[in-house]
């Protein structure tokens, strides 16, 4: 092991900084899957794209028809493979590898998150891309959450997997999935039917929490549950000066909306969360503003606190809203995610799977996750059909926090986690 962990590090860093300089948000992401495509196809695992991976119409927050053509336009001028995007047509981003070794064992499914955010990254001396020069190099778009480790670390346990297919028994699919940003890529392969079959389910994070490099956590604490939510106030134009009375202003409808929703009360059941993202509206200081959108996500410890009540006070609010300032509205659930808990057999199991590497010095049992992920439908789906299912962390020191223009992480976090990965496979051996 390290041997092979030595050996793949340089491949890692080198993945990792190709997929940071390059980053395509949920549902855009044809380049890095078709690049993921190309590393994978050497290795004799099977892929499926497309439709193959995904149920067409359990996706959520998908771009205009417009932004999607435009972005397909992208990467045929970025030279990806023609076949690819063919399969891709549409907004089917996100790949599956499979690898069958011939021999009775498990099926052990990893999945791995590809997308980025829509950040502009930040162009200091303190900011290790841009020093190192593999920063973003598409303006207004950034990888400010460890993804593109993620996908390095997936290619890794891959190459893993084939160096030792003759001596590993079992299935193996590897699912690097699009959209986990908004809780909208997880769901249409669940419902593709990706791990119907599924006896072991492992996905993790880098950082979270900013520890040292060598410790992992060995499982997390309760996912919470998210709903995303698009919202459009729609009213009536009219000069401000001249007959404000003639207006209905979608602007002011919003605003009053966005105070109340973040005064919501909290519940005694557990905790619950609402941020109001984005707020646009008006298009001149002397116009009642005929149009407002915004985007909003509620969470809550259970499912049940999220959606029966974070979510409901959330809708009875911008009803009230739009009612007060005698408007319309159209509201748009664009993406979710459910609560889910990992199993604490998975504490000793991961001790016991780990305790002969030189390289993880400390095994943490536990800790927060302290936000929602959508892998936590592919944990339920799996521990409901009887599988087992975890999702680790891997420490790293942070520059910044999650989805901040500097956020960065210390690249030997990334063999550490595929050596964690590793080493739990062949506990399931």
Same mark, same amino acid.
């Given at each position: ?151 390095a670390i997936g290619l890794g346990v891959a ?75 729609? =009213?009536? &134009?009219?000069? @401000? ?6 207006? !209905? /202003?979608?602007?002011? *409808? #919003? ?81 979710q995610a459910p609560s889910a808990e990992c199993q604490e057999e998975w504490v ?21 996750? =302290?936000? &929602?992920?959508? @892998? ?6 799996? !521990? /409901?059909?009887?599988? *087992? #299912? ?40």
């Amino acid at each position: 092991m390290e041997a092979f962990i030595k050996d793949i590090t340089p491949y890692l860093t080198k993945m990792r900084r190709m997929f940071h300089a390059y980053p395509e948000v949920a549902w855009t992401e044809y380049v890095t899957t078709a690049k993921i495509a190309e590393e994978i196809e050497k290795l004799d695992f099977e892929v499926e794209m497309g439709q193959a991976i995904l149920h067409p119409h359990t996706r959520m927050g998908l771009p205009t028809e417009d932004q999607i053509e435009k972005e397909e336009q992208r990467a045929m001028e970025a030279g990806i493979n023609k076949a690819y995007l063919y399969l891709m047509k549409g907004a089917f981003t996100g790949l599956k590898a499979y690898f069958d070794t011939g021999r009775k064992g498990k099926h052990i499914v990893l999945r791995f998150d590809i997308d980025a955010l829509p950040i502009n990254e930040a162009e200091d001396e303190a900011h290790f891309p841009f020093v190192h020069g593999f920063h973003s190099n598409r303006a207004g778009y950034m990888h400010a959450c460890g993804h593109d480790g993620h996908t390095a670390i997936g290619l890794g346990v891959a190459h893993f997997i084939h160096e030792n297919r003759h001596q590993l028994n079992g299935r193996f699919t590897l699912l690097f999935q699009p959209g986990e940003e908004g809780g909208r890529g997880a769901k249409p392969m669940v419902d593709k039917g990706l791990l119907d079959d599924a006896d072991v389910f492992l996905s993790g994070h880098i950082g979270i929490h900013s520890l040292n490099i060598g410790d992992i956590v060995a499982t997390t604490d309760q996912f919470l549950a998210s709903t995303k939510i698009n919202v459009e106030y729609f =009213g009536k &134009s009219a000069h @401000a000066g001249l007959e404000p009375n003639e207006g !209905r /202003n979608a602007l002011l *409808a #919003a605003a009053a909306s966005s105070l109340h929703l973040n005064g919501i009360t909290r519940h005694a059941g557990g905790a619950t969360r609402i941020n109001i993202g984005t707020l646009e509206a008006g298009s001149g200081r002397n116009i009642i503003a005929d149009y407002a959108k915004m985007q909003l996500e509620t969470r809550g410890a259970s499912t049940e606190l999220n959606e029966e009540y974070m979510v409901l006070e959330a809708m009875r609010i911008i009803q009230a809203s739009a009612a007060l300032y005698d408007v319309t509205t159209n509201v748009e659930i664009v993406g979710q995610a459910p609560s889910a808990e990992c199993q604490e057999e998975w504490v000793d199991f991961i001790n016991e799977a780990v305790k002969a590497s030189t390289n993880i010095k400390n095994v943490i049992p536990k800790l927060p996750l =302290g936000a &929602s992920e959508d @892998a936590a439908f592919m944990l339920e789906k799996v !521990r /409901n059909n009887g599988g *087992a #299912a975890n999702y680790m962390l891997f420490g790293t020191p942070l520059a910044a926090g999650h989805h901040h223009p500097c956020f960065d992480y210390d690249e030997e976090v990334l063999p550490i986690a595929v050596e964690s990965i590793c080493r739990v496979i062949l506990g399931w051996q």
